[in-house]
Structure formats: structure tokens, C-alpha cells
């Protein structure tokens, strides 16, 4: 990465970041405010000192390795900008199946109850309260510092959640849900992705689903059975290679109506059931 000196400019900042352009370009962006119209418009206007050195500690973190969504402190979801910190994963594209499966599920106006377990930053519940005004959400994490985050962006979205500290299912008293949905974690332990990319600057709490990566899907899909109202659905995302394994383990324990669907990338990714009660 290049030094800046007094007389620089945008163009000379973006090109001796040190980055893919789009990366710099979005750091930049999000550490000047602006929209990238702005960057092109004024491409060869001198930046301010103060700037370029928030800027290139910017790229400096990036070219480090760490998430373009932790530097800007945001993330895009489901059209919703989204705050973000390492306390909690980084919401991904792939994850909107999991909100367009659970929409169509409740269709415009409905009032149904909803359980999102492990919320992390509140993503999947703050798009289903943005877009579903009626539903009567309870969002639960185990950390406290992701459920900080997660209120924060249902305050910023004036969205009305009940947020909970629970282990999965062990703080929420026994009741009957329209919906269990979750995006728990589905990696196994020994997974070399996990030391590759943003992996390893998010944390294993919301990323590591034990040996096999299935351990806590397994728990939501038992216990599932006691909060969910007859005719309930429950769904649940997985890796793209645990589709088989899901299914067969939610036709085991009874559920009917068991699917599996893929995501804009066309890979497997999210398990859906209903139970009869």
C-alpha cells in the first residue's frame, strides 16, 4: 500500500490501497459517507489529511484480512443495512433463502408467532418484523454482546422484537410457536475453512455445530417438537453438503412435509418441516 502525501486524491488513494477497487472503493466510501457517484465525480479532487489516514487504516485492516463488514462497522441484508461487530457472524446472501422461505409462510398481515433461535445480529428477525409488521417475534441468543447488537438494529429498523438470552430453547418457556426458524452453526470443529477468509475473524460460538457440524440442528429439530403448534413449520439452514442428513434426521423424528431447497447459488441450503402435534 502506497503512502498518501498532502496533495493526493481520491484516485490516488483508491489506487494505492492495495486492494481489489471495489473493496477500496467501499471503504472508502463508507469512511468519507458518500455514494460511489461521488468517488467518480471528484476523482481527482485533493482528499483531506484526516481522511486519507482513516481511510488507509482502513485498507490496512482489510489487506490484513479482516472483514470488510467489521471495518465499516455494517452489512447489507434482505435490503436492510444492518449494523454489525465481531461479536456476531456477518449475515450472507445465502441466508435470504431462509427469509424468503419463512415469508412465504406468512402471508401479508398475519399475526403468527415466530422463534428465531441464535439471532446473532438480529438479521433474520429484523427483515421478517420489517416486512411482516404483525408478527409477534421472539429472537433468543447465548451471548449477550450479539443480542446488544441485535436490539440496536431492530431499534434502528423501529421494528418490535422480544429479545432472550437462552441456550437454544433452555430460557423460553414452554409455548406454542407458528415458526421456528434459525441459522444455527453448521461447521464441524475440524473444518479447514474456518482458518481460511472472514472465518477466522468470526466467532466460533455462532460458526462450529460440533464433530460433524450437525450438533445444534440437532438439538433445535428434537426439542422443536414441543414448541411448535400443530401444523407449525420449523426451518432450518444448513451446510451445502447436510441436506441428506437433515432430512432423514427431521423424518425420523417425526415431522412431515419434510424439504429441502437451495439457494440463489443453486446449492443446498435450507431444511423445512412441519410437525403434526
Same mark, same amino acid.
Given at each position: 500500500?502506497?503512502?498518501?502525501?498532502?496533495?493526493?486524491?481520491?484516485?490516488?488513494?483508491?489506487?494505492?490501497?492495495?486492494?481489489?477497487?471495489?473493496?477500496?472503493?467501499?471503504?472508502?466510501?463508507?469512511?468519507?459517507?458518500?455514494?460511489?457517484?461521488?468517488?467518480?465525480?471528484?476523482?481527482?479532487?485533493?482528499?483531506?489529511?484526516?481522511?486519507?489516514?482513516?481511510? =488507509?487504516?482502513?485498507?490496512?485492516?482489510?489487506?490484513?484480512?479482516?472483514?470488510?463488514?467489521?471495518?465499516?462497522?455494517?452489512?447489507?441484508?434482505?435490503?436492510?443495512?444492518?449494523?454489525?461487530?465481531?461479536?456476531?457472524?456477518?449475515?450472507?446472501?445465502?441466508?435470504? =433463502?431462509?427469509?424468503?422461505?419463512?415469508?412465504?409462510?406468512?402471508?401479508?398481515?398475519?399475526?403468527?408467532?415466530?422463534?428465531?433461535?441464535?439471532?446473532?445480529?438480529?438479521?433474520?428477525?429484523?427483515?421478517?418484523?420489517?416486512?411482516?409488521?404483525?408478527?409477534?417475534?421472539?429472537?433468543?441468543?447465548?451471548?449477550?454482546?450479539?443480542?446488544?447488537?441485535?436490539?440496536?438494529?431492530? =431499534?434502528?429498523?423501529?421494528?418490535?422484537?422480544?429479545?432472550?438470552?437462552?441456550?437454544?430453547?433452555?430460557?423460553?418457556?414452554?409455548?406454542?410457536?407458528?415458526?421456528?426458524?434459525?441459522?444455527?452453526?453448521?461447521?464441524?470443529?475440524?473444518?479447514?475453512?474456518?482458518?481460511?477468509?472472514?472465518?477466522?475473524?468470526?466467532?466460533?460460538?455462532?460458526?462450529?455445530?460440533?464433530?460433524?457440524?450437525?450438533?445444534?440442528?440437532?438439538?433445535?429439530?428434537?426439542?422443536?417438537?414441543?414448541?411448535?403448534?400443530?401444523?407449525?413449520?420449523?426451518?432450518?439452514?444448513?451446510?451445502?453438503? =447436510?441436506?441428506?442428513?437433515?432430512?432423514?434426521?427431521?423424518?425420523?423424528?417425526?415431522?412431515?412435509?419434510?424439504?429441502?431447497?437451495?439457494?440463489?447459488?443453486?446449492?443446498?441450503?435450507?431444511?423445512?418441516?412441519?410437525?403434526?402435534?
Amino acid at each position: 500500500m502506497l503512502e498518501i502525501d498532502a496533495g493526493s486524491s481520491i484516485e490516488d488513494l483508491l489506487r494505492g490501497s492495495g486492494l481489489p477497487r471495489h473493496e477500496a472503493e467501499l471503504l472508502l466510501r463508507s469512511a468519507l459517507g458518500c455514494e460511489r457517484v461521488y468517488l467518480i465525480a471528484h476523482a481527482g479532487d485533493t482528499i483531506e489529511s484526516s481522511n486519507a489516514r482513516a481511510a =488507509q487504516a482502513w485498507f490496512s485492516r482489510r489487506c490484513a484480512g479482516e472483514p470488510v463488514s467489521y471495518i465499516t462497522g455494517w452489512r447489507e441484508f434482505y435490503g436492510l443495512k444492518l449494523r454489525v461487530t465481531p461479536d456476531v457472524l456477518i449475515p450472507r446472501a445465502e441466508t435470504e =433463502q431462509l427469509v424468503e422461505l419463512a415469508l412465504a409462510r406468512l402471508p401479508p398481515g398475519s399475526s403468527a408467532r415466530v422463534l428465531e433461535l441464535g439471532t446473532g445480529s438480529g438479521a433474520i428477525a429484523v427483515a421478517l418484523a420489517s416486512l411482516r409488521p404483525g408478527l409477534r417475534i421472539t429472537a433468543t441468543d447465548v451471548s449477550g454482546k450479539a443480542l446488544d447488537v441485535a436490539r440496536r438494529n431492530s =431499534q434502528e429498523h423501529a421494528v418490535g422484537i422480544v429479545f432472550a438470552c437462552s441456550d437454544w430453547f433452555g430460557s423460553i418457556p414452554a409455548d406454542s410457536f407458528d415458526l421456528i426458524v434459525s441459522n444455527a452453526p453448521y461447521v464441524a470443529a475440524g473444518d479447514p475453512h474456518l482458518e481460511r477468509g472472514d472465518l477466522r475473524f468470526e466467532p466460533r460460538l455462532a460458526l462450529v455445530g460440533g464433530d460433524d457440524g450437525l450438533a445444534c440442528i440437532r438439538r433445535i429439530a428434537a426439542r422443536a417438537r414441543q414448541y411448535l403448534r400443530p401444523g407449525g413449520s420449523l426451518l432450518l439452514e444448513h451446510g451445502y453438503d =447436510q441436506a441428506e442428513s437433515c432430512v432423514v434426521l427431521l423424518r425420523e423424528l417425526g415431522y412431515t412435509d419434510v424439504a429441502d431447497f437451495r439457494d440463489l447459488a443453486g446449492l443446498p441450503r435450507v431444511s423445512t418441516a412441519v410437525w403434526g402435534g
